[in-house]
């Protein structure tokens, strides 16, 4: 049997609209899209790149509370509303999984409302960062 753990961050949203900040099933840790608002004092950077890094630290908690790192992330799906910011969050994010190198997607789409500058979603394989890792390079 399935050893399924749901993990709330104390974002009101995720009461008011009833779903969990990660699910874990076994080891497959899946992340709901995460903003960067601190969800203690509920202030939110006025940079794209501010929201990205406290989204990071969100981010890292949550796996932290299903004993995951961000190492053991596979995949990550980035949404960046304004294209004028995707450089430089880019770059940060760049830094962010250096050697991590999860499958990714960057979308450039409206978000929940106009103060949100940054959003992305994990899926985590809990122990996958301890792993050997084999790393192919392909031209197509």
């Given at each position: 049997?399935?050893?399924?753990t749901?993990?709330?961050?104390?974002?009101?949203?995720?009461?008011?609209?009833?779903?969990?900040?990660?699910?874990a099933?076994?080891n497959?840790i899946?992340?709901?899209?995460?903003?960067?608002?601190?969800?203690?004092t509920?202030?939110?950077?006025?940079?794209?790149?501010?929201?990205?890094?406290?989204?990071?630290?969100?981010?890292?908690?949550?796996?932290?509370?299903?004993?995951?790192?961000?190492?053991?992330?596979?995949?990550?799906?980035?949404?960046?509303?304004?294209?004028?910011?995707?450089?430089?969050?880019?770059?940060f994010?760049?830094?962010?999984?250096?050697?991590?190198?999860?499958?990714?997607?960057?979308?450039?789409?409206?978000?929940?409302?106009?103060?949100?500058?940054?959003?992305i979603?994990?899926?985590?394989?809990?122990?996958?960062?301890?792993?050997?890792?084999?790393?192919?390079?392909?031209?197509?």
């Open positions: 049997m399935a050893q399924i749901k993990v709330k961050s104390g974002s009101i949203l995720e009461d008011r609209e009833s779903y969990s900040r990660v699910v099933v076994d497959w899946f992340m709901s899209l995460t903003a960067g608002r601190d969800y203690k509920r202030k939110m950077p006025e940079t794209a790149v501010g929201q990205a890094e406290q989204a990071f630290r969100n981010v890292e908690g949550a796996l932290a509370s299903v004993g995951a790192t961000l190492g053991d992330v596979v995949r990550s799906r980035v949404f960046i509303p304004r294209q004028s910011d995707v450089v430089d969050v880019m770059g994010i760049g830094e962010r999984f250096r050697g991590i190198d999860p499958a990714s997607c960057v979308t450039c789409s409206p978000l929940g409302g106009p103060e949100y500058l940054f959003e979603e994990i899926t985590a394989y809990r122990g996958a960062g301890e792993q050997e890792q084999k790393r192919l390079t392909i031209s197509l």
